[in-house]
C-alpha cells in the first residue's frame, strides 16, 4: 500500500521517521511531503496530490496547529480533509503536550469523525513506530475479508431485534453489527467457560453493566449465538461479533400510584450509552485484532410505543399528567444516517451516537 504521512509535530524529524520505519516493516511504500521532486505545482498542491493517490493516510498530531494556508486551513488539515472522504486515515495523537487552541478544534473534528479512521496516542518515536505498525496491521486484516457491506451488516442487526420479550414488558433493544462479515469467534470458542464468565462478569458488574446484579441469570446456546438473560434483560453474542443487548426501557417498570407510566429522555439515553459502551468491550475482548473494522448500530423500542415521553424535569413536574403516544405499531426501529460506522465510534463517541440515537427514537414516539 501507498501510504502518505501527514505531519506538524514540535521535533517532528524523529516522528516521521518512526512512522516511516512501522510502513516499511510492513512492506509498505511511505511518503512525505520531502519525497517529491520539483514540480510547477506548490508544495501543498504536491501534497494534496500525494494524499489523492495514497490507499491511506498516516496523521501525525502533536500540540501545533500549523500555519494557515489559502483555504484558512493548515496544510495537515487540508490533507485530512481531501483523504477522509478517499481512502482510510489512521489518527496518531501526542499525549502530554499542551495543544494550541486551533489544534484542539481539528482533534476535535478527528475524533468526532466516526466513519473512517483509527485514532491511538503516542508520547515518544518508539510509542508511535509501535501504533503505526498495529494500526497498518489492523487495516490490513479488515481489508483482506473483503468488503465492507453496510446494508448486510443492517439486515444482520434487524433480525437480531426481538419481535417481543413477554407480555406487558417494555424492552429497549440495541444492536451492533461489525463488518467485514466474517467468523470472529469459533463453536469452540463461544462455548468457553472463559468466556462466558468473562462476559458475564462485566455485563454485571463494569462499568459500562446492562445487567442487574440483584436478579438471577441464565446462560444458553440458541443456534450458534450465546445467550445470557434475566427477566427484562439480555445479552446475545454470535460467531460474527454481532452483539445484542436487550434492557428495561423504563427505570421503574411499576410507577407509583398515579403516575403515568412514560419513557423518560434521559434514562434511554442512558441505557444506549452504556449498551454501546459493553458492545465495544465485547469486541475489544473477542477481536483483539481488530478484524471487524466497521460497525452499525440499530436501536428499537419493543412493547413501548404506546408510552409517553417526557424529559425527566417534565415527569418530576407533573408525574400524573401528559401526552401518551397513539402509535399503534409495537416496535420503533431507528438507526444513524449513515449507519456504518469506525468500530472505535462505540467507545470514542458513545455519548453522542447515544444522544442522536435517542433524538431519533423521540420522534418516532411522538409523531
Request: contains cysteine; hydrophobic residues 35%.
Amino acid at each position: 500500500m501507498r501510504v502518505f504521512v501527514s505531519s506538524v509535530i514540535g521535533g517532528m524529524e524523529s516522528y516521521r521517521e518512526a512512522a516511516a520505519q512501522a510502513t516499511g516493516t510492513l512492506d509498505h511504500e511511505p511518503r512525505m511531503a520531502e519525497d517529491y521532486g520539483a514540480s510547477s505545482s506548490t508544495p501543498q498542491e504536491t501534497c494534496l496530490r500525494g494524499v489523492r493517490e495514497a490507499d491511506v493516510t498516516v496523521l501525525l498530531l502533536g500540540a501545533r496547529y500549523g500555519a494557515r494556508q489559502e483555504s484558512g486551513l493548515s496544510a495537515t488539515h487540508e490533507e485530512y480533509r481531501e483523504a477522509r472522504g478517499r481512502s482510510p486515515v489512521l489518527a496518531f495523537v501526542q499525549e502530554n503536550v499542551e495543544y494550541e487552541a486551533d489544534q484542539k478544534e481539528f482533534l476535535g473534528e478527528v475524533q468526532d469523525w466516526t466513519s473512517g479512521q483509527y485514532t491511538a496516542d503516542f508520547s515518544t518515536p518508539d510509542t508511535l513506530r509501535d501504533a503505526v505498525t498495529r494500526g497498518l496491521h489492523q487495516l490490513e486484516l479488515s481489508l483482506a475479508a473483503g468488503p465492507t457491506d453496510e446494508n448486510e451488516m443492517l439486515a444482520r442487526a434487524e433480525q437480531q431485534i426481538p419481535a417481543v420479550y413477554g407480555y406487558g414488558t417494555d424492552i429497549l433493544s440495541v444492536v451492533v453489527a461489525g463488518g467485514p462479515r466474517q467468523q470472529i469467534l469459533r463453536p469452540a470458542q463461544l462455548e468457553g467457560e472463559d468466556l462466558s464468565e468473562a462476559l458475564m462478569q462485566e455485563a454485571l458488574f463494569g462499568p459500562a453493566r446492562i445487567l442487574e446484579s440483584t436478579q438471577g441469570t441464565n446462560k444458553r446456546l440458541q443456534e450458534h449465538t450465546l445467550v445470557i438473560e434475566q427477566d427484562t434483560a439480555s445479552f446475545r453474542l454470535d460467531e460474527l461479533g454481532t452483539v445484542s443487548i436487550a434492557q428495561s426501557a423504563r427505570k421503574e417498570s411499576r410507577p407509583r400510584s398515579g403516575d403515568l407510566p412514560v419513557l423518560i429522555k434521559e434514562d434511554i439515553s442512558n441505557r444506549v450509552e452504556r449498551a454501546l459502551l459493553f458492545a465495544g468491550w465485547v469486541l475489544d475482548r473477542i477481536d483483539k485484532p481488530k478484524r471487524l473494522s466497521d460497525v452499525v448500530v440499530v436501536a428499537a423500542l419493543v412493547g413501548s410505543s404506546y408510552l409517553g415521553w417526557r424529559t425527566r424535569a417534565e415527569y418530576e413536574a407533573n408525574p400524573g399528567s401528559g401526552p401518551m403516544s397513539m402509535k399503534r405499531s409495537d416496535r420503533i426501529r431507528v438507526q444513524l444516517s449513515p449507519a456504518r460506522r469506525n468500530r472505535a465510534a462505540l467507545k470514542l463517541g458513545a455519548h453522542t451516537l447515544a444522544e442522536d440515537l435517542t433524538i431519533l427514537i423521540g420522534r418516532e414516539v411522538q409523531s
